[in-house]
Structure formats: structure tokens, C-alpha cells
């Protein structure tokens, strides 16, 4: 099991310039969640998934589109780099939202770090 | 909307120091309250979680009591080492609906031997 897994691990974008991460998982979770990390902000949700072809917004959702075609993957796009989208980008997967399941846990992947110059 | 408030640091202790991370939460409804631990260059991993009050969540010798009352759910542990050195974050989910996670800032702690 790789758990949650995150592509890239690092890069850096100009100004303008477009990119996708991926995020993978391999325990079949119907929920799945991009924040991003900022120093002294904690993570904020961008965008998440409650199930294959689903997507919302988050609490920081400008700038970014998201698409989830297959259940174990969900990509964040940026079409428009930005400096302000500079941060650490990180995956997570539940199989359940409802804490009476028990299932409610959130696996985080690694970690994408992002500059835009 | 929710909001998680914790104790900013950096946090330093001595090795085997007894430790406490305050955290307090504003929600609607019942949340369940979480802690989260991110060493270097990793991602985030659960520590512990409550779903209820007066649950008490405990692993690795860290625990943390959902006190509905005071609206807090402070992390704890006796004898701290220095592999505990790490960022921990205090969460809380919406008590209903998909929508995430809402974080604290997170607390660096640095145990020093």
C-alpha cells in the first residue's frame, strides 16, 4: 500500500505558466481534499471530492480547478501561475466523512512544494 | 464558519518535560477534534482524534480530552523526547458534510536533551 501519493515533489512555475499536480491513492477513499500551507496559516482547503466525477469549493478555491474522472485520483490545475500560489500543496484521502463510521480519518500525502516567480 | 486556535511557538522543552499544547475550537454542531503531527519534510499524520465530549484520544503517551464546556481540546504529554520535535496542528471537521478540515496555525515543538 502507498497510501497517498503526490506528483511532483517539487517545481517552479514563471508567472502565467500552467501546471497540474496529481494526487493517487490505493485505499479506495471516496473522499479526497487539497489544502495548501502557508507559514503561519496552517492548511486551508482549496477544493475537495466526495466521490469519482464530484467537486467543491473549499475556503481558498480562486485560482485553482480541480477534476476527479477516477476514483484513486485527483488533480489540482493552475491556469495562471500566480506568486500568491506559492506553498506546499498536500493530498488527503478519507473513505468517510461521518465520525460515527470511524472512518473518518484523513491520510495526507507528501507534499508538492510550489514557487512561482 | 468552524475556527481552531492554538498556542503559536516555537515551543521549547527539556527532554522528558511534561508538555501541554492548548487548543480551542468555535463550531456549529458536533465536531470531531483531531491532532495532527508533520515532522521535516513529511506530511501530516493523525495523532490522535475525539469524536464526543468527554472522549479522551491518546497515542504514543499523548493525550487529549473533547471538552465541550470550555470548547478545548489541549494536547498533552508527560515525558516528552526529543523525537517528538516536530509541528503538531489541532483540527476540527464541520460536524456535518464533505467540506474539510479547519486547522490551527500549528505548534513547533523543539525538545532539546
Known amino acids: ?21 496529481l494526487c493517487a491513492q490505493d485505499m479506495n477513499h471516496e473522499y479526497m481534499y487539497w489544502y495548501r500551507q502557508d ?3 496552517g492548511l486551508r482547503l482549496i477544493h475537495y471530492s466526495v466521490g469519482e466525477g ?32 506559492t506553498s506546499v500543496y498536500f493530498c488527503a484521502s478519507s ?22 516567480l | 464558519g468552524n475556527s481552531v486556535t492554538q498556542m503559536e511557538g516555537p515551543v521549547t522543552l527539556s527532554e522528558e518535560a511534561f508538555l501541554t499544547i492548548n487548543c480551542t ?25 475525539a469524536t464526543k465530549a468527554d472522549d479522551k484520544g491518546s497515542n504514543k503517551g499523548f493525550e487529549a480530552t473533547y ?5 478545548s481540546f489541549h494536547l498533552e504529554k508527560g515525558s516528552v523526547q526529543v523525537s517528538d520535535s516536530a509541528v503538531y ?7 456535518g458534510g464533505a467540506d474539510g478540515l479547519t486547522f490551527g496555525k500549528g505548534t513547533h515543538l523543539i525538545i532539546q536533551p
Request: aromatic share 12%; glycine share 12%; charged share 20%.
Open chain 1, 39 to 41: 507559514p503561519g496559516m
Open chain 1, 54 to 85: 464530484t467537486t467543491a469549493k473549499g475556503e481558498v478555491p480562486d485560482g485553482y480547478n480541480v477534476s476527479r474522472l477516477k476514483k484513486q485520483n485527483f488533480l489540482l490545475g493552475l491556469e495562471s501561475a500566480a506568486p500568491s500560489q
Open chain 1, 1 to 21: 500500500n502507498a497510501g497517498v501519493t503526490q506528483t511532483p515533489k517539487f517545481r517552479v512555475l514563471k508567472t502565467g505558466q500552467s501546471m497540474t499536480l
Open chain 2, 67 to 71: 471538552r465541550k464546556e470550555t470548547t
Open chain 1, 95 to 116: 473513505y468517510s466523512k461521518k465520525a460515527s463510521s470511524g472512518r473518518d480519518t484523513q491520510y495526507f500525502g507528501p507534499g508538492t512544494r510550489l514557487t512561482v
Open chain 2, 89 to 95: 496542528f489541532c483540527a476540527s471537521d464541520s460536524g
Open chain 2, 25 to 49: 475550537y468555535t463550531a456549529t454542531g458536533y465536531p470531531s477534534l483531531f491532532w495532527y503531527v508533520q515532522y521535516p519534510g513529511e506530511g501530516l499524520q493523525l495523532l490522535l482524534k
